[in-house]
């Protein structure tokens, strides 16, 4: 089979097409055909080999895979050949097929396509467990959301509204980003790129200070982020985007009962109770119309590098997906 290999880490040029033995799935596994696969800021992290945990070379990227069940081990029961499915892999969605255990497949509604399934499980678990399990999320609270046009972002602003959030503060880098945010249902934009935004951010919430926020930029967004939480507010960091490891004084939390937490979506994957309720519940919102997926581009498994490198330069927005052959 095809697939995109990274043998040392490095730049998008590292990205290689290769040509591999098809995965045989053991006893509790099942063999997909890919149809599509979604590319994370996460994917670039393993390329680089600065990802939260060692990446293991060679390795083929890609934690999104919808497709095509094929072939099950013998100890399968839930999931048939033929069965339309989505998972969440630790690797292996740059390619044309990839195995996975059976606990982790969920079954894809008629409603949806390959390309809006792929799009969802990685940025859609991430927006509701870091709003809902992490940040605790209450009715009428006010929630800040940074990159809001982003792949978390768009599901972010939209959940948070879900959740019940009286008002959401979403940032982004262009006019464009913004008014993106504003169709998924944001209040209040914020250009980021512009000196003073967490000042904007406090003006908007009458300087009281959100009560919760997501941050993934790391560096300077972080401690400015800081300084926008309220009493009781809630802080959720779930990416270094930019690189910047951040080091603050924790005591500084103390004055007004505030909280730093992280966020690292494969602990939840572990958690069969908090992941196939909450996937369904998502994949049964965009069927049924509430959440709104953002397809940024499709492209070939073959443009992996380029997409890579795209997405780095922050020229895309919404959700990127690669197609495997013709499909």
């Known amino acids: 089979m095809k697939a995109i290999q990274l043998k040392e880490y490095g ?4 990205l290689q097409e290769v040509e591999i ?15 599509a696969a979604g590319v994370n800021y996460a994917d670039t992290a393993r390329r680089e080999g600065q990802y939260v945990v060692p990446t293991p070379l060679p390795f083929i990227p890609g934690a999104e895979a919808a497709g095509v069940v ?5 100890g399968v029961k839930s999931i048939q050949k033929g069965d339309r499915v989505v998972t ?5 969605g740059y390619a044309e097929y990839a195995v996975t255990d059976e606990r982790s497949i969920i079954p894809i509604p008629d409603e949806l396509d390959f390309t809006l399934a792929a799009a969802l499980p990685l940025q859609g678990l991430s927006a509701y467990h870091i709003l809902k399990t992490m940040g605790r999320i209450e009715k009428g609270e006010t929630v800040l959301v940074h990159a809001a046009a982003g792949g978390v ?5 939209q959940l948070a509204k879900l959740f019940g959030a009286g008002k959401v503060i979403a940032t982004a880098s262009t006019k464009e980003k913004l008014e993106l945010a504003k169709e998924m249902g944001a209040d209040v934009l914020i250009d980021y790129t512009k000196d003073g935004w967490e000042q904007e951010v406090l003006n908007a919430t009458d300087g009281k200070g959100v009560h919760l926020a997501l941050e993934m930029a790391g560096g300077d967004v972080f401690y400015k982020t800081l300084k926008c939480l309220g009493t009781f507010g809630r ?3 779930y990416g270094v985007a930019s690189g910047e490891q951040s080091k603050f004084n924790p005591s500084s939390l103390m004055a007004r009962n505030q909280s730093v937490i992280g966020f690292f979506l494969p602990q939840i994957m572990r958690k069969p109770e908090l992941l196939q309720p909450s996937m369904k519940e998502l994949m049964t919102w965009v069927a049924q119309g509430k959440l709104k997926l953002t397809v940024g581009d499709v492209y070939s498994l073959e443009e992996a590098a380029v997409v890579h490198e795209l997405m780095q330069a922050r020229k895309t927005k919404g959700k990127l997906i690669l197609k495997p052959g013709n499909k």
């Open 153 to 157: 972002g768009t599901i972010a602003v």
């Open 70 to 74: 094929i072939e099950t081990g013998s």
């Open 88 to 92: 969440l892999i630790q690797s292996g």
């Open 235 to 237: 802080l959720v960091v």
């Open 21 to 35: 033995d098809k995965p045989v799935p053991k006893e509790n596994e099942v063999l997909i055909e890919i149809h």
């Open 11 to 14: 730049g998008p040029e590292v």
